[in-house]
């Protein structure tokens, strides 16, 4: 077999959506309390903030970052978090079976996306609370007139509205784990009312619909939301997580067909109901939580360690995201710092986990556009898949500056792959760019004691004429940059 990859710039699947590179902090465990916000650590600045942590997060680029929850929000009174913080109550928190201080509510997130340079999107609480605190919400956050709520805000030290975009109602309400879990037909009218008054507080919102959390009939649940509320519906909300609690890493790398196989199913819905007449215009998806999450749950407060071959799955979801491009318009990893996240902290200091990498690697050289790149590679069999391709391939084309970028996942444990790689028409002009994302072993990981354990190396080479031959290391993900003429 000759491995392979072929790129023909003019092959396009769509835009790319800078929100595919989104976060998510939830009130759990140290994502906010010990991670975001630590008033106590030295690296805190004048609001709490871990400079540290957003400096870290700087890295990845994230356009819009989800927040309070998560399963939190289903439970959350967003009145508790405001204004002065001596006087704000401490709540039990019946989601994760804690004590929330309020310390950290709606003005010190927007003060961390202004730090940062992101755009917030908040998740109302479709659980235990009504649409009269969500439109309030709406209105504290947006209203520009002289109303009691925008007064309000006024009055806790915000002049100028938070232009708030993007609003999610509820959170996975389809899972019995959920505080206020609602039936599909409850949802689909509990959306519709939400959405209506929080759109009329201000019309410029998009709204994020909770379609599914994957856990049953996934399908059919998405069908009765769109049909029922799709007018109202901006993006529909899907989550997933992974695992490889088999321990078995040639499973483990046939995720990509799971990932394929949602993406597909939920585009294949949309075309169906508008085919049909049912939907009036193509929603949007938005996987507003995904990621590797099987190790650590409650007891240690969702602190996962992540090792290589995670961060190979990492770049396998960017892989299908970019490959969907055209329908995949947000997504947002679970979570930013502690909880299931790349970045983790101690008072004094932070590691990069392994799936740090991989992320601020496609984040910092994805283009604007996906292409329809052709490859082909040795095989590999794992769980119920046979004749897997080994390499995992997407590209892009920045039209701005004609820069592209293919992106290769080797997910084979031992084999280093020779591969052509070659353009349907015009000449590399300039040199190659490749960055690596590896590490000694699969289940290689970073901590305090060896931080660099896995990481990102550059090396750049000449390539001339229409073809080159480059070599991608076993267990690993690589970005190849270069422009063609
Ligand atoms: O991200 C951790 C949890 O996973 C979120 O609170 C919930 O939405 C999901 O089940």
């Not at 992540?306 to 799955?313: F, K």
């Amino acid at each position: 077999m000759t491995n392979k990859i072929k790129i023909d710039p003019e092959r396009t699947l769509g835009q790319i959506d800078r929100n595919i590179f989104g976060g998510f902090a939830e009130h759990l465990g140290r994502c906010i309390y010990g991670g975001l916000y630590e008033p106590d650590s030295p690296h805190a600045d004048q609001n709490g903030l871990r400079t540290d942590v957003i400096q870290a997060l700087k890295r990845l680029q994230m356009p819009v970052i989800r927040y309070p929850g998560g399963n939190f929000v289903s439970g959350y009174r967003w009145q508790d978090g405001v204004g002065p913080r001596e006087e704000r109550p401490a709540r039990i928190d019946l989601a994760w079976h804690t004590i929330d201080t309020n310390h950290f509510g709606t003005n010190e997130f927007i003060q961390f996306c202004r730090a940062l340079g992101t755009e917030p999107y908040i998740v109302v609480n479709c659980g235990d609370g009504d649409m009269r605190e969500a439109r309030d919400w709406v209105e504290y956050c947006n209203g520009t007139q002289s109303t009691a709520l925008a007064n309000l805000r006024r009055q806790h030290g915000f002049e100028e509205p938070h232009q708030v975009k993007y609003w999610g109602i509820g959170n996975e309400v389809d899972g019995p784990w959920q505080i206020g879990y609602k039936r599909p037909e409850e949802y689909a009218r509990a959306f519709t009312e939400f959405a209506k008054v929080m759109k009329w507080v201000d019309p410029e919102i998009k709204i994020l619909a909770s379609a599914s959390s994957s856990w049953k009939d996934t399908v059919e649940r998405a069908q009765l939301l769109l049909e029922q509320a799709g007018e109202l519906i901006d993006y529909m909300a899907i989550h997933w997580y992974v695992n490889n609690r088999d321990n078995d890493f040639a499973k483990f790398m046939t995720l990509s067909e799971f990932i394929e196989d949602r993406l597909s199913a939920y585009e294949g819905l949309i075309r169906a109901l508008r085919y049909e007449g049912k939907l009036q215009r193509p929603i949007p998806i938005a996987v507003d939580e995904w990621n590797v999450w099987y190790r650590a749950y409650n007891d240690q407060q969702l602190e996962e360690h992540y090792n290589l071959e995670d961060a190979l799955v990492i770049g396998m979801h960017f892989n299908a995201f970019i490959r969907h491009a055209h329908s995949v318009k947000m997504a947002n990893i679970a979570q930013i710092v502690n909880v299931i996240a790349p970045i983790f902290t101690r008072p004094d200091g932070l590691f990069l986990q392994t799936i740090f990498y991989p992320f601020e690697l496609y984040s910092q050289t994805c283009g604007d556009t996906a292409l329809d790149v052709l490859w082909d590679s040795d095989t590999f069999s794992g769980g119920d898949y046979q004749a897997m391709r080994l390499l995992d391939v997407s590209a892009t084309l920045d039209s701005r500056t004609n820069q592209l970028t293919v992106y290769v996942v080797n997910r084979s444990q031992d084999q280093a792959l020779e591969t052509d790689i070659s353009l349907t028409e015009g000449q590399f002009g300039k040199g190659v760019q490749a960055m690596t994302v590896n590490g000694p072993d699969i289940k290689a990981h970073n901590s305090f004691e060896t931080p660099d354990n896995v990481g990102t190396r550059t090396e750049s080479f000449q390539a001339k004429g229409s073809s080159f031959t480059y070599t991608f290391e076993p267990h690993s993900v690589t970005a190849l940059v270069f422009s063609a003429s």
